[in-house]
């Protein structure tokens, strides 16, 4: 922030490279980071793995993915599952977020900046 956007009741301070290091190898950090892995890395390769599930399906079973069901075929209905699945991952993202993340990122930004 330049000297001319500050307003009289900013107090922020701009942390140094050295306080980002020393952040960084902080147990605060260590513990937002694994909050963050906590649901990112399972969630990740649960989702490739249904994508896989859905390619491999679709490539050899194709005779089952044209069957019909419901009005439409089961690759259809497996096709408009992964966006399904996509925005439902998203919304448990920003729940899960919210309540660990953020809080906690916030508390890492209030002390880097004051």
């Keep these: 922030m330049s000297d001319s956007t500050k307003t009289a009741g900013d107090t ?10 020393a952040m960084q190898k902080s147990p605060q950090f260590q513990k937002l980071r694994k909050t963050y892995r906590q ?12 994508y896989i599930f ?3 399906v679709a490539t050899y079973l194709p005779d089952q993915m044209a069957q019909p069901f419901w009005g439409l075929n089961v690759g259809l209905w497996l096709g408009l599952a992964q966006f399904a699945t996509t925005f439902l991952i998203t919304w448990a993202y920003v729940v899960y977020a919210n309540k660990n993340i953020e809080p906690q990122a916030a ?5 880097m900046e004051g």
């Design 107 to 111: 508390a890492i930004r209030q002390e």
């Design 54 to 56: 859905y390619v491999l």
């Design 12 to 21: 922020r301070r701009e942390p140094t490279s050295e306080d980002f290091i």
């Design 39 to 50: 649901f990112t890395f399972p969630v990740s390769v649960a989702f490739f793995v249904w």
